[in-house]
């Protein structure tokens, strides 16, 4: 056991942790939306910020009101919408405005807490408006590199608690069962491999916490779900107490302020990787584990 804790602290001490300032990413206000991107995305790109492991796509978006994202088009991305505050409707392209029904897969209208999760696949089109008449939208849009191409499109979406959120980290999505070889029964059943979540087709485990001043949370790489041993985490701070919010990771000297994300990598999946809340307001983690 000794040995096991002593490798495991060796390894972790040498993760390599390599800060993505805010004032770093992309950024483009167009009235109707103000982004920020972490990765190189529309006519924004950075050679050093083009992919995490499977991660591709992370941008922070805020949508004034009556306004968003018309029907378009994706194929061959693992989509997913993380709600901050505001409100965010979706609605399937054959669906007709005035026809919604109650919430499903072909409309739904999320709010803080709602995760929407899209598998492009083969080719699926969408919009996403904030129809409300004057709050903000602001949520993360985040991409992920599917195992393979050519999936059946899909939607899923789940709320997740805030009251768990500040307990600790709260995985959000984790890999399908069964894998990328896994057959046409287990992609209808769509059982993610940890309960609770939403299945990805990638060996990705998603999660969130809310930390309060002065607490730690730790994470453990892998969540005991993924395939690859050798692992890559992404850490965001997000926007959210207009800056009042700082975190340290592993108790190394940096911080980090709202916005800013940080490249864990050179982990593997049974590290633990700590992250503590040293601002004046709680601290809104986002957290992304990928081979």
Known sequence: MNTIKS???KALSHAKIIPHRSATRGHSDHGWLNTYHSFSFADWFNPNFTHFGSLRVLNEDRVGPNSGFPTHPHRDFEIFSYIISGELT????????GDEGAQSDK???MHRGDVQFTTGGTGIAHSEQNEHNKDTAHFLQIWAIPWKRGLTPRYHTLHFDDEKKRLGFVPILSPLKGG?????QQEQAAEPTIDGTIPIHADFVMSAGIIAPQ???????GANATENPKRKVYIHLAMTKGGKARIRLNGREETYNEGDGAFIDDVRAGDKLSVESVGEAEAEVVLLDTA
């Open 90 to 97: 979706h609605r399937d392209s054959m669906l007709k405005k």
């Open 107 to 109: 409309f739904y209208r």
């Open 180 to 184: 990328p070889d896994a057959t046409h």
């Open 7 to 9: 490798v495991m602290s």
């Open 215 to 221: 607490k730690k949370f730790e994470w453990v790489v």
